[in-house]
């Protein structure tokens, strides 16, 4: 069991264009969660997906920020015209079900430029 | 300010000795887990604890609940200098879809 894989590990994007960060839960995993991490702070929720829904989102900003986690492959956090304040570790967790212990992945380092 | 607050921010021990963190919380929970972040590394799942539980061994990790006064307590036993890391406490609550909480973190530094 590979564990939560994320890609990739660091991201440099110039401010404006597009970051993609993948995130593969564990096997057997069908709960998603995206999370960020500001230098010096802790995990802040971002959103909670299943296969092909998108169950929370309250943490996630209202512009640029959107995140899916298809029926055939991994969930995909998209950040549109990235900003400096956008940089950051943003990493991904899955359970089998809620209640759960989650299972996190070593994240992707975004740093934008 | 956070759900969930780490206390101390830091702390500093020497090899061999005990390091006890404290985690509070404001609202009601379901369960309560401690996590560690080595530096620049992804976080690692060290022990849950359930809101009717009061107590937890893992090794030699001991964590304490109460929920009347909302509080937790991480104690790391016989510390090594590889127990260097960050450490949080994060909650998840009723009703709130699964999401955890999470503190900001006490940093743990064990001096060889």
């Known amino acids: 069991n590979a564990g939560v894989m994320q890609n990739p590990r660091h991201l440099v994007r110039r401010r404006g264009q597009e970051a993609r960060l993948r995130c593969s839960p564990m096997?057997?995993?069908?709960?998603v969660y995206w999370y960020r991490q500001l230098p010096e702070e802790g995990l802040k929720f971002m959103v909670y997906l299943q296969k092909e829904n998108i169950i929370d989102e309250s943490g996630m900003p209202k512009e640029r920020f959107s995140a899916e986690f298809p029926k055939e492959g991994p969930s995909i956090l998209r950040i549109q015209q990235v900003v400096r304040g956008d940089s950051a570790a943003y990493f991904c967790a899955s359970s089998p079900s809620p209640g759960a212990s989650v299972d996190f992945g070593s994240g992707t380092r975004l740093t934008v430029v | 300010s956070q759900q969930g607050e780490e206390d101390p921010q830091a702390l500093s021990i020497q090899e061999g000795e005990n390091a006890t963190m404290n985690c509070s919380y404001k609202t009601s929970i379901n369960n309560l887990q401690w996590y560690r972040q080595n530096s620049g590394r992804g976080l690692v799942h060290l022990i849950l604890?359930?809101?009717?539980?009061r107590e937890k061994h893992s090794g030699r990790l001991r964590v304490t609940l109460d929920t009347s006064k909302k509080s937790s307590s991480l104690l790391i036993t016989a510390s090594r200098a590889a127990d260097t890391a960050s450490y949080f406490c994060a909650t998840d609550h009723p009703g709130a879809t699964n999401k955890l909480i999470f503190g900001t973190g006490t940093l743990l530094a064990v001096q060889p």
């Open positions: 096997k057997g995993h069908s709960h």
């Open positions: 604890i359930r809101s009717n539980e």
